[in-house]
């Protein structure tokens, strides 16, 4: 049989706030999209505002003014994210099954090549300081460096447990999540080295990772709801903020100083960075069950979930990909201005 799912996109587009008034979001549209497999990381192209959306054998493409599937990417296996490198006009996608990532043409979505990493390629990240991809191996417990103007890899970082996402501060160093670990590795992208490995209790098994590099502040989305802030250069953690269950997914926007962090329990948790040694959570949206993954347009402050109401058997802890029979659908949420009296 095949697995038919519904995909919600959550849009969240955020206005701005007079004196007297707080930020509010709601759903405003929903689109159904059909289509086959599972779901996991997004990744939006603000070049050519699009949401790849990782499917488990192909990636959808889908144009984010109409809400319409663009395109598709066929033929790969178990992916789990897609990173893009736009200088290069090249996007990549990490193949979970046969342990490789799928290099392909940013405007036709042509498949270019493939190039073998380490073993079960999760999240995938491209890193501008350096030029090259990373890929993070669960399996492996490793990064494999791959140059993205060559597709060829240049060295593996072992980084001891199972990563999960990462984050660039764009200078020359990167971050990942070590789930099993309850840790946050620091990474020299030049040398290919761990410079420090932080433990981050009282977070446990963090997954999500979002970065304000002005502050030095990491936010660790965390599987006992929370989110540890960390500072970069010292690796202690400054505070904890509560979120919703079953995070998978966060994104930091500068210029609203808005973090979010996407909770399969069906919540957006948004947190305002008052300072950065303060936060304050502005907001539980209620989005739908399932909806951990996300992508930000930080240009025009809007996030996309996506999930699919449950038919069948639910998938194992922790990933999307044993869902039975389902609808795809997509929902927009736009954010207003309600006025308060303080």
Request: overall charge neutral; aromatic content about 8%.
């Amino acid at each position: 049989m095949k697995r038919i799912l519904a995909l919600w996109f959550a849009a969240i587009i955020l206005s701005a706030v007079s004196a007297f008034a707080q930020k509010q979001f709601k759903m405003t549209d929903r689109v159904k999209l059909g289509g086959e497999g599972g779901w996991d990381y997004l990744a939006y192209d603000s070049v050519g505002h699009r949401l790849f959306i990782t499917r488990g054998s192909h990636v959808m493409v889908v144009d984010t003014g109409t809400l319409k599937v663009a395109g598709d990417i066929s033929g790969l296996a178990a992916i789990h994210g897609v990173a893009l490198a736009p200088e290069f006009g090249r996007g990549l996608v990490s193949n979970g099954g046969d342990n490789t990532v799928t290099i392909f043409d940013l405007k036709t979505l042509k498949k270019l090549g493939s190039v073998k990493v380490g073993e079960r390629p999760d999240a995938i990240l491209y890193e501008p300081f350096s030029k090259q991809v990373f890929t993070f191996n669960a399996r492996g417990q490793n990064s494999t460096a791959v140059d993205a103007a060559s597709g060829k890899v240049v060295g593996t970082i072992p980084l001891g447990g199972k990563p999960e996402f990462p984050a660039s501060d764009g200078t020359g160093k990167l971050y990942v999540n070590i789930e099993d670990k309850s840790q946050i590795a620091e990474v020299d992208v030049t040398k290919l080295s761990v410079l420090n490995t932080w433990p981050i209790a009282p977070c446990q098994e963090p997954t999500a990772l979002a970065f304000d590099v002005e502050h030095h502040r990491l936010f660790a989305g965390c599987g006992n709801k929370m989110m540890a802030v960390v500072d970069s250069d010292s690796g202690k953690v400054v505070t904890t903020v509560p979120i919703g269950e079953g995070v998978d997914a966060g994104a930091f926007n500068p210029r609203t100083q808005e973090i979010f962090m996407s909770c399969g329990e069906g919540l957006l948790t948004v947190v305002h960075e008052d300072s950065p040694d303060k936060y304050t959570v502005r907001q539980n949206l209620a989005t739908a069950k399932g909806a951990r993954t996300m992508a930000l347009d930080k240009e025009n402050d809007v996030v996309y979930l996506v999930t699919a109401p449950a038919r069948g058997h639910a998938a194992c802890p922790g990933t999307t990909a044993g869902y039975g029979t389902r609808q795809l659908r997509a929902d927009r949420v736009k954010g207003g201005v309600v006025p308060t009296l303080s």
